[in-house]
């Protein structure tokens, strides 16, 4: 198999970051614990993406369904956002980092809303690295509230139901401005999507590893990389097909 260098690197990597709560429970330390020392793993696949040239990382923060979670668990994330924002965002902004959150934020508090917000707008004009966090975010959600803004499009007389295609959908789901998702890291050993990027994810590479994500370190995302270099994608045709294109 030949590709060229550029194909190498993932112009786009989504990870669920999972595997807190257990890499906690090995230490004998309450499953927040382990939320606050994945925060490094996060800043450590920032720097690697950003060596790497590779143009957008969607984060999977916390999924529609962990609200289903202890609430002594979801307040300590909330909490956990809020001060990683505060600490975190003006570094992100010098180093060329734009940030965006996708998921229903209407659930969230004010404050912390107006936090997610301000980290958009101030990080609007990046393009080193788009960063996107996901939360209370849910693949099903981002179909379906897409389908919506369609439905409204077509009352609005803008559009005609038989006009609605992939192409046009794509529009309105969540980060169809950015690169196709290239490759799809799971960490903490589960071999599952949880209702994560469910569209986005149709031709992404899947990469699964049973590292916890706080031990996830430049290393690990190094070797997804390698691994995914070493994939020959062919979107329905036959590796003969691929071979021989140009
Ligand atoms: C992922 O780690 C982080 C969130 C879902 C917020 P978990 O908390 O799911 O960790 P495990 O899977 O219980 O080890
Ligand atoms: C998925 O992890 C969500 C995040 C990493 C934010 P979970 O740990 O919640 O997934 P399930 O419930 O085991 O599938
Ligand atoms: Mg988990």
């Not at 909490?79 to 902004?93: G, I, M, Q």
């Not at 209407?106 to 958009?120: G, I, K, N, Y």
């Amino acid at each position: 198999m030949t590709k060229g260098k550029a194909s190498q690197i993932p112009r786009h990597i989504a990870i669920v970051m999972d595997g807190n709560g257990r890499w906690a429970r090995a230490r004998h330390r309450p499953r927040s614990f382990g939320h606050n020392a994945g925060r490094k793993a996060v800043r450590a696949a920032i720097e690697s993406c950003m060596r790497e040239g590779v143009h957008a990382l969607t984060l999977f923060a916390f999924s529609s369904e962990n609200w289903q979670r202890p609430q002594d668990e979801v307040g300590a994330l909330m909490s956990l956002f809020v001060r990683a924002l505060d600490k975190e965002v003006d570094e992100l902004h010098a180093n060329g980092v734009r940030l965006r959150f996708i998921g229903d934020l209407s659930a969230f508090d004010e404050p912390l809303r107006q936090r997610m917000q301000l980290a958009m707008s101030r990080t609007a004009g990046n393009d080193r690295l788009h960063v996107n966090i996901a939360v209370n975010y849910g693949g099903r959600w981002d179909i379906v509230q897409a389908s919506r803004l369609a439905a409204e499009a077509v009352l609005r007389g803008e559009l005609r139901p038989d006009q609605i295609d992939e192409a046009r959908l794509n529009r309105w789901i969540s980060l169809a401005e950015l690169p196709p998702l290239d490759l799809f890291i799971r960490t903490g050993g589960e071999c599952r999507i949880s209702n994560f990027l469910l569209w986005q994810a149709a031709y992404a590479e899947l990469y699964f590893t049973d590292t916890l994500w706080p031990d996830f370190d430049q290393a690990c995302l190094r070797r997804a990389i390698e691994d995914y270099a070493r994939r020959e994608r062919r979107y329905g045709r036959t590796g003969e097909q691929i071979a021989a294109a140009p």
